[in-house]
């Protein structure tokens, strides 16, 4: 077995894997998803997959990487299911989410990075999300990359249960982190 991940998709780029499969395999894109998923960062795990009999190469033997095919995204994106959301707040984080994304239809158990985003189209989310009311950061959609996590993670905010608002940093923040150096 031989692979391969490229950045590809032009406009929206995305990380595809490449595999050779062996005699009479198939490829369960799924299956490798989730063993890299146990393994790497959402945004690390390529959100298509393609099959290839051989990964191409250049003169010297090493892995040509302009020569591997452009999957067809869209049709990825189309056979997904998509769950409508509920309410409002998951109305608004999908209407974010599809501006960003430039994906017209955006369901509440769609994973961000499976829709390719990268870490470019987080920060955009997440300011996004401010300007519009809803006080999250990026690193909280690397944590919870579903509407339906998001929602929960607002919901549990509005209860009390957690602060997740983003923080303005503070000179005190810098100073004091010298002075605990300095003493240390």
């Known amino acids: 077995n031989a692979a391969a991940v490229a950045l590809r998709g032009g406009d929206t780029p995305r990380l595809v894997g490449y595999v050779v ?3 009479g395999a198939t490829l369960d894109a799924k299956a490798l998803a989730e063993t890299l998923a146990a393994q ?3 945004y690390m795990v ?3 997959w393609m099959a290839l009999d051989a990964l191409p190469l250049t003169a010297n033997g090493k892995l040509d990487r302009k020569a591997l ?6 049709a990825a994106l189309a056979e997904r299911v998509i769950i409508a959301p509920r309410n409002a707040l998951q109305q608004k984080l999908a209407d974010i989410w599809a501006e960003v994304l430039n994906v017209p239809k955006i369901g509440v158990t ?4 499976s829709l390719g985003a990268d870490s470019l189209h987080v920060f955009r989310i997440a300011a996004r999300m401010i300007d519009r009311g809803i006080q999250l950061e990026a690193k909280h ?3 919870k990359p579903t509407i339906l996590e998001l929602a929960e993670l ?3 905010q509005e209860r009390g249960e ?3 608002g983003p923080k303005a940093p503070s000179l005190r923040d810098f100073r004091g982190g010298a002075r605990r150096r300095q003493t240390s």
């Open 21 to 23: 499969l062996n005699g």
């Open 40 to 42: 790497l960062p959402d």
């Open 46 to 48: 390529p959100t298509a």
């Open 69 to 74: 095919p452009e999957p067809d995204v869209s």
């Open 110 to 113: 769609d994973n961000l990075f």
């Open 141 to 143: 959609l690397m944590q």
């Open 154 to 156: 607002v919901a549990m």
């Open 162 to 164: 957690v602060d997740t």
